[in-house]
């Protein structure tokens, strides 16, 4: 097929090869549907399946000019997570939700960092930017379960504070880690090359919020629901290129254009309306992510990817018991809190893509690899991690834990993660 393709013009094969990915990634969800895993999971293995390494369906020429799918899906993540940055979330919890969430998500990301650079002996860039995506958590499979069993109570309102201010934690620490590489990586190192990419990110902050504000204004009570679409969409994608130009990541823009959109307007409608136009963008970006897993460094990789998925479940759980210590929560917080928050798949894959532009080609392959595997392996444990959490800390009683048994798996579809 992909011999076959190579024959005709070039958009002939960019609009074929955009069908193919589509479809195995709708074809592959079907079957992972059937056995209760996530759509990410299904794209992929999608993605590996139609990739070099197994049919070879898509020109390698084809795959290397599609990196903007990359940029515009982490545009649309980001600008998502931004909805979770709301006043009242802060205004309830105070600090104990964000103490937590700092301790769960730093240790992790701190045991990875260290693990992999004295035990595996990868430099600090390498390190660093492995332990900067450890921090983040999936919270779609979570809030999966917490709804399938309706769970209740203030287990569960923990939780969903800490997985909603997870991402955020991961996004800023990932700009800054990424920061400070770009600078150390630049020949003849001064002070500038430091405060440069701070200004700029600084930069792209300010412009974030503008946009947020811009929007709120344009967005007016009698605009159609095809215009608001369009120019959320076509704000997202300038903020995007913009930081593009002075090369840092467009992540924590977005999340800021997100979030003060939402705190201007409380307008959750929007976000809604652009997670019904995502799915095909989210469904290229991980089958793309799939096609680019080199499968042959499973093998040399083995061991790190082992440790990598062992080290960061032992950090989260760690800096959960200690987040909860610090802030005087129940027990029942305390023991079980860090068996919810393992599942990792959209945000960490997004940013393993970043990085992979940041180091040499070689090693961002690495760590793609590494992190693509590892998903797919949290995305099936972390269900029955949470499930297990919430049954013993007491949010799932016992006649809701009867009643689901005996729901079939169609009324509990694997929703996407983020």
Not at 308 to 335: E, H, P, Q, W
């Amino acid at each position: 097929m992909n011999v076959f393709l190579e024959q005709f013009n070039d958009v002939t094969i960019s609009l074929t090869s955009i069908s193919i990915i589509l479809l195995a990634g709708f074809l592959v969800t079907r079957i992972t549907k059937i056995l209760k895993l996530p759509n990410v999971s299904g794209y992929i293995i999608a993605g590996i399946l139609i990739g070099p390494y197994a049919l070879n369906l898509i020109p390698k020429s084809t795959i290397e000019n599609m990196g903007f799918v990359g940029d515009i899906a982490l545009a649309f993540i980001a600008f998502d997570v931004g909805k979770f940055l709301r006043k009242e979330i802060f205004r309830v919890s105070g600090l104990k939700a964000i103490v937590i969430t700092l301790f769960e998500s730093l240790m992790a990301g701190i045991l990875i960092t260290l693990s992999v650079h004295y035990i595996f002996n990868f430099d600090w860039s390498f390190s660093l930017l492995l332990g900067a995506i450890a921090t983040a958590t999936a919270p779609a499979s979570t809030i999966m379960t917490i709804n399938q069993y309706k769970a209740r109570g203030e287990f569960v309102y923990t939780l969903l504070q800490v997985i909603a201010l997870d991402d955020v934690v991961c996004l800023v620490v990932f700009s800054i880690v990424s920061a400070f590489i770009n600078a150390n990586g630049v020949g003849n190192f001064t002070s500038m090359h430091v405060l440069l990419p701070v200004l700029y990110n600084i930069g792209a902050l300010i412009i974030g919020f503008l946009c947020g504000i811009i929007l709120s204004k344009l967005l007016t009570p009698s605009r159609s629901n095809d215009n608001r679409l369009i120019l959320v969409i076509a704000l997202l994608l300038a903020l995007s290129g913009l930081c593009s130009i002075f090369d840092i990541s467009p992540l924590l823009a977005c999340m800021v254009f997100g979030a003060t959109y939402i705190n201007t307007t409380q307008d959750k409608g929007l976000y809604a309306q652009i997670n019904n136009f995502t799915p095909p963008i989210l469904s290229m970006f991980f089958v793309l992510s799939g096609i680019k897993l080199d499968i042959s460094a499973l093998f040399t990789l083995g061991t790190v990817g082992v440790a990598y998925f062992l080290i960061r479940i032992i950090g989260k759980y760690i800096g959960a018991y200690l987040g909860c210590l610090v802030t005087d929560m129940d027990d029942s917080i305390k023991n079980y809190l860090g068996f919810a928050l393992i599942p990792q798949a959209g945000v960490a894959i997004g940013l393993a893509f970043l990085g992979q532009r940041i180091l040499p080609a070689d090693v961002g392959n690495r760590m793609m690899t590494i992190i693509l595997a590892s998903s797919v392996l949290y995305e099936l444990v972390g269900p029955v991690s949470a499930k297990f959490a919430l049954f013993r800390s007491g949010a799932i009683k016992k006649e809701n834990k009867d009643k689901s048994n005996h729901i079939t798996g169609n009324s509990t579809p694997c929703s996407k993660s983020s």
